[in-house]
């Protein structure tokens, strides 16, 4: 089982629609990272938590530490929203300053 | 303030020779960190690198690769002898140093050098 568990790998919603993609893991961490990949590869840091919510635009991140549970949320979802959403963790202790990533979750907005 | 720089963009070798990759941190930054993805899977960590010293190579494969952080200058990614396995899109990001909480900081990624040996 690895350790980031990203859910659903694959979405496909309609342009307007509220989406919401789930991050589990099994670690004790220091933070945890929401990226985005676009579809030419470029990698793009959305948000760090530790704790709580942080909102962007139409982007909100939320984390639950009891229960090892993130979910980033995209209001009025846009086309332009396309892309691979990834869950990345920073673990507690030895090897704190990697990343441990979820699998990604492909996401595509229809117009 | 230029983002992190990686070249070569793309990068084609046969097998049995060396690719040697680059990442410029962004300005200010002295931490680097190299990741590599495979054709349909996750980012992979490879190296954390402080200038001067490797911190964690926990994710290097054990055999023809090797990283550096000169004092000056890029970051290099070097593979030895490539094979078709190493076929991959290798990313390298960078984080400030200093006054943070170790652990929290946010690493800024660069475009990525995509690798590929025929």
């Known amino acids: 089982k690895n350790e980031v568990e990203q859910s659903p790998q694959n979405l496909t919603a309609q342009e307007g629609e509220f989406i919401t993609i789930n991050c589990s893991y099994s670690?004790?961490?220091?933070?945890l990272h929401w990226l985005q990949q676009h579809p030419g590869g470029g990698i793009v840091s959305l948000f760090m938590?530790?704790?709580g919510k942080k909102k962007h635009g139409r982007l909100i991140a939320t984390i639950n530490i009891q229960e090892k549970h993130s979910s980033l949320h995209i209001t009025a979802s846009h086309p332009r929203d396309s892309a691979v959403y990834i869950c990345a963790v920073r673990s507690l202790g030895q090897g704190a300053q990697k990343l441990v990533f979820g699998q990604g979750t492909r996401l595509t907005i229809n117009p | 303030n230029a983002g992190v720089m990686q070249n070569p963009r793309h990068l084609v070798r046969r097998r049995g020779q060396e690719a040697r990759l680059r990442c410029s941190p962004m300005k200010g930054h002295s931490h680097v960190y190299w990741y590599r993805q495979l054709p349909e899977e996750g980012l992979k960590f490879m190296v954390y690198l402080q200038k001067e010293n490797i911190i964690d190579e926990s994710g290097m494969p054990k055999e023809r690769f090797s990283a550096e952080f000169p004092k000056e200058g890029p970051s290099i990614l070097r593979i030895q002898q490539v094979v078709r396995g190493d076929s991959a899109a290798y990313f390298c990001?960078?984080?400030?140093?200093?006054?943070?909480?170790?652990?929290?900081?946010?690493?800024?990624f660069g475009p990525g050098t995509r690798l590929t040996v025929l």
């Open positions: 990001a960078s984080s400030p140093p200093g006054q943070y909480i170790v652990g929290t900081d946010t690493q800024y």
């Open positions: 938590l530790s704790s």
């Open positions: 670690v004790g961490i220091s933070a």
